[in-house]
């Protein structure tokens, strides 16, 4: 088992930055995949970054030049730097941990854009 952890959010303006945190607990694997997701009112979760233990990332294509994924492996945390935000990036976010034991996720954090 995997439990995660969220942090950060909340409700901003247009063009400000936030930062999500998300540590993971429990039988984690050295070799994993952790990402962010988001789910709007109304809308499919969709994948917004990833980014493997090896330090791969991937972007949604919306998101790109704007959102920035990395890790700590050592302690085994996640962020989700989000600049230049915007009224349609309103969401709650969640975390995700995979690995070829299993599928987790976080409570989600909830992340508002005023414009």
């Known amino acids: 088992q995997v439990q995660l952890v969220e942090s950060g959010g909340g409700l901003v303006q247009a063009g400000d930055s936030v930062r999500l945190s998300c540590v993971a607990s429990g039988s984690i694997l050295s070799r994993n995949t952790m990402a962010w997701y988001r789910q709007a009112p109304g809308k499919q979760r969709e994948m917004v970054a990833t980014?493997?233990?090896?330090?791969?990332?991937t972007y949604t294509d919306s998101v790109k030049g704007r959102f920035t994924i990395s890790r700590d492996n050592a302690k085994n945390l996640v962020y989700l730097q989000m600049n230049s935000l915007k009224p349609e990036d309103t969401a709650v976010y969640y975390c995700n941990y995979r690995s070829i034991e299993g599928d987790y996720w976080g409570q989600g954090t909830q992340v508002s854009v005023s414009s």
């Open positions: 980014a493997t233990s090896g330090g791969i990332t």
